[in-house]
């Protein structure tokens, strides 16, 4: 059942073992019957968990959302390493685990805070163009930067050595199979990740996200609304302003506004420093950003 418009917004989805977050996507192009559709942040296909998937106009928000801090539970076996540095690689070593549970407490702790990562050769990064697992599955290895990441706190650790459980919240663009593979080289003994689970990704978490069976019976049953985030939800901290006329016309063309112009048309308070823009029917089309003594368009969201 073809839908009769495009889409405009953000779904929940729990993705599944087995699936690439591209197939989240192709899966859902057929689902909704549109063609713009991006998700927000690549998980491995053992990989399960939430992955907001943006349609329509929504897709201009991709930049905004991965940049989010996620939350993770990981599953991990001290004693072995991997090539893909999870359960699912060549074996490259395997040792006998002699620390006791203090010392992998501690070790997990000791990454508490910012540090510093080297992005593993199977992932999705791009080096002269050509994405390191490509180069990986050649049996090439290319030398990684370290890049600064943030391991906001690990808590609900669970040590049953040789395997370990712990949830992680941290920054964008940390790789959980490098941090399990780094506490077992701090150890010495080594480690893979043996499952992930991403429970949150910004405000979106489990409690919304749908698998995409669900998300077909919905489509089946003519609810697919109900499954749909609006854009403006990202945007709740800020004010927003609703304009007609001659006001709403420069908002649409993307002109600077007058500040006391636009905030005499304020109705929902919150942080000023930007202002969510509605037209006169009440549909969300724009956030504009203060900018002295007038707002500038921040971005917009044309209605597709």
Request: aromatic content about 6%.
């Amino acid at each position: 059942m073809k839908q009769k418009r495009n889409i405009n917004g953000i779904i929940n989805i729990y993705k599944e073992a087995g699936y690439t977050s591209f197939d989240v996507v192709a899966k859902m192009r057929g689902i909704t019957g549109q063609r713009k559709i991006g998700h927000t942040g690549t998980l491995d296909p053992d990989a399960t968990g939430v992955l907001p998937v943006v349609l329509g106009n929504a897709t201009k928000l991709v930049d905004i959302l991965t940049d989010k801090e996620k939350e993770y539970v990981a599953g991990f076996l001290l004693g072995k390493t991997t090539d893909t540095q999870d359960i699912s690689g060549t074996v490259l070593t395997e040792v006998e685990v002699m620390c006791t549970e203090e010392e992998v407490l501690g070790a997990i702790n000791s990454f508490l805070g910012d540090i510093m990562q080297v992005p593993p050769m199977y992932s999705a990064l791009k080096v002269d163009g050509k994405r390191l697992y490509e180069l990986a599955r050649e049996g090439k290895t290319v030398e990684r930067k370290s890049r600064p990441v943030t391991i906001i706190s690990i808590s609900d650790i669970n040590i049953d050595l040789p395997n370990v459980s712990m949830r992680v919240r941290c920054s964008k663009g940390t790789y959980i199979r490098t941090l399990c593979n780094d506490i077992g080289e701090k150890l010495g003994c080594g480690a893979v990740m043996t499952s992930l689970e991403r429970t949150a990704s910004g405000q979106h978490d489990l409690s919304t996200a749908l698998t995409l069976s669900e998300l077909q019976t919905m489509r089946d049953q003519g609810r697919l609304e109900e499954a749909i985030i609006p854009v403006d939800s990202i945007f709740a901290e800020y004010g927003a302003v609703r304009l007609s006329g001659e006001l709403l016309r420069l908002a649409l063309n993307g002109n600077m506004l007058e500040k006391e112009a636009l905030l005499a048309h304020i109705t929902e308070d919150g942080n000023r420093n930007k202002l969510r823009v509605y037209n006169d029917e009440g549909e969300f089309f724009a956030l504009y950003e203060k900018s002295g003594k007038r707002y500038k368009v921040d971005k917009m969201f044309p209605c597709e």
